[in-house]
């Protein structure tokens, strides 16, 4: 269904340019296969619906947020800052078994939820086989 390794997914630290260094954002999810569709959520606390984009690309599905600072730095003096602000994105690639053609996306309480339906030709189906002629069966798929 999902490609277990995520390469897009950096999991060292990287520097800023600056001199710092700092984690890149995180992007947590489960994902499980629930009856006929598999699902997928997203951790995006304090990002608002309105900045996450959902693109796939043949069997690639990209999540891209962006949190946004609460306030404006011009307004307040900031004394500790660990939440992560700013873009981030996370790649799966999907199997051929999943219908990216109808993915539902719900949004509540900063969890982003997927629902990728199975795709007909993966389900499993009943072969049914003719009696009589030895060479010839027949296929209702």
Known sequence: MLMRTDPFRLAQ???TGSGTWTRPTAMPMDAYRAGDEFVVAFDLPGVAA???ELDVERNVLTVKAERRPAVSADTVETQVSERP????????FL?????????????????????IPISEKAKPRKISITAGDRNVKQINA
Do not use: C, H, K, M
């Open 13 to 15: 630290q990287v520097s």
């Open 85 to 92: 602000l700013g873009v981030f994105s996370r790649q799966l």
């Open 50 to 52: 309105d900045a996450i």
């Open 95 to 115: 199997g051929d078994t999943l219908d990216t053609e109808n993915i539902q996306a719900g949004y509540e309480a900063g969890v982003l939820t997927l629902r």
